[in-house]
């Protein structure tokens, strides 16, 4: 049996797929999916782990191989720039892909929250202050509608916000260290995959999108929302993955 595994970024935890699962299920109802949460995101992370990009992705894989094989990986955010790494790293780790939210090509300057946390003494202030209707109103910027908003934010939590900075902190050159290039991955034997990307995305523009599926040569799909696409356009997002996975013939 195939499994689709949702991966997520931030700040979100494992429960942000909630809604493109139901989608998906109803459409799929012999589908396995498993949501994956990071460490530090709704739960505890392993002893030792540091919190940086090297260890979520080592995480990341770990996971995966766990999981019985074929696997279908949908990302989004950090969520995606993990996977992106874990695929280049692992090109036979999954059978299918699903990204966006997030670059990973080269070239991509981290938009202003993300510098302002990436700023030690100022981005412990900031996420001092991260928190409550600041939160919930910084998050409806980018696309959730104030229910989804509060939602997110309840499950913001001191264990969060300590492995927000850390992450992206360790982030900072992460464009240009894992950027993926056409010429890299033509060197790779890389599954297929399918870029979704919101039109109104305030933190990286569709543009994103386009580099990263010329990059891979996936498909790629622009959908009427912000940040969140797998919860302001669940039923676009699953028509979308589902259309996808009958063109390849999974």
Known sequence: MMT???VHGVPDTAEVWSRLDREILAQLPGE??????????????PSGFTYSKEDYVAWLIAALEAIPAPRDVIAHDWGSILAMRAIALRPGL??????????STPGYTWH????LWQTPGAGEKAMERFSGQLAIDMLAR???????????????????????????????????????????????????????????DP???PEFGDRLAEATGAASRVLDCGHWWQLE??????AEIIAFRRAIGA
């Open 94 to 103: 999954v059978r299918s892909w699903v990204a966006g939210g997030a670059p």
């Open 142 to 200: 980018a696309g959730l509608d104030a229910a989804m908003a509060a939602e997110t934010v309840s499950r913001i939590d001191a264990r969060m916000k300590s492995a927000i900075l850390a992450l992206y902190r360790s982030g900072r050159d992460v464009f240009e260290t894992w950027g993926l290039t056409r010429e890299e991955v033509t060197r790779k034997i890389f599954a297929p995959g399918l870029v979704l990307w919101g039109a109104r």
């Open 32 to 45: 396995r999916t498993v949501a994956l949460a990071l460490p530090g995101f709704g739960c505890d992370a």
């Open 233 to 238: 356009q669940p039923s676009a997002a699953a």
């Open 112 to 115: 202003p929250t993300a510098r």
């Open 4 to 6: 689709t595994v949702f």
């Open 203 to 205: 933190y990286a523009g």
